[in-house]
């Protein structure tokens, strides 16, 4: 996992609308599925991505600060996560990119705004 950059743009909406339209089929007409986009609060907190060999983004994370009351200033939340369908089969991969958020991701990673 590394920090997401701008040019991840097209990635994260990728990933976004294959998930979404692969997990609300069954709830979500298709006009509604077809209208969906990622939200942009990818780009104003701390967004995280997963790439498969360094190269395709197959998931990415939002954190942002706690919203509670008697949180620190360091202490985050995971705000939204999704991955791509092509790697739903695979939980190994979702266990190795969780396992890593902790130590290796968030020590780098700083808040937004």
């Known amino acids: 996992m590394r920090v997401a950059r701008f040019d991840d743009e097209i990635a994260v909406e990728r990933v976004f609308l294959e ?8 709830f979500i007409p298709p006009e509604g599925l077809a209208s969906l ?7 104003s907190e701390t967004t995280l991505v997963s790439e498969v ?14 919203e509670d009351a008697d949180a620190d200033s360091l202490t985050g939340e995971l ?35």
């Open 19 to 26: 998930a979404a339209r692969a997990a609300w089929a069954k």
């Open 37 to 43: 986009s990622p939200p942009l609060r990818w780009r």
């Open 53 to 66: 060999d360094g190269r395709e983004v197959v998931g990415f994370a939002v954190l942002r600060r706690s």
């Open 79 to 113: 705000d939204l996560i999704y991955t791509a369908p092509s790697v739903w089969a695979s939980p190994g991969h979702h266990r190795d990119a969780i396992s890593r958020l902790p130590t290796e991701s968030l020590t780098d990673a700083r808040w937004h705004g």
